[in-house]
Nanobody, 118 residues
């Protein structure tokens, strides 16, 4: 059963902006920390950003200052606002829900493609 659904990916020019969305179920969104990971061609999946149920945020050094993660409790949705995009940001972006002790500890979305190219 699909628990996380990403949207908002697409083709953008370098320096442009894009906003990704991840819709989650009420039970997952309310109890899990939400985050974003990405996987570029030929590379391992890497951490991008996360936001706790309390609103605390963490970013990878490569995106800090350019990306902003947020969550909307009314819509059970987490967002990733991406600004000043670079070609190296090109990857499939995956929404993630993580919990320290619950099982399963992780839920993953299907991924959405982000391509930064002129």
């Amino acid at each position: 059963q699909t628990q996380l659904v990403e949207s908002g990916g697409g083709l953008v020019q370098p320096g442009g902006s894009l906003r990704l969305s991840c819709a989650a179920s009420v039970s997952i969104f309310s109890a899990y920390a939400m985050g974003w990971y990405r996987q570029a061609p030929g590379k391992q999946r890497e951490f991008v950003a996360t936001i706790s149920s309390g609103g605390l945020t963490t970013y990878a050094a490569s995106v800090k200052g350019r990306f902003t993660i947020s969550r909307d409790s009314a819509k059970n949705t987490v967002y990733l606002q991406m600004n000043s995009l670079k070609p190296e940001d090109t990857a499939v972006y995956y929404c993630n829900a993580k919990h320290v002790w619950r099982s399963p500890s992780n839920y993953w979305g299907q991924g959405t493609q982000v391509t930064v190219s002129a």
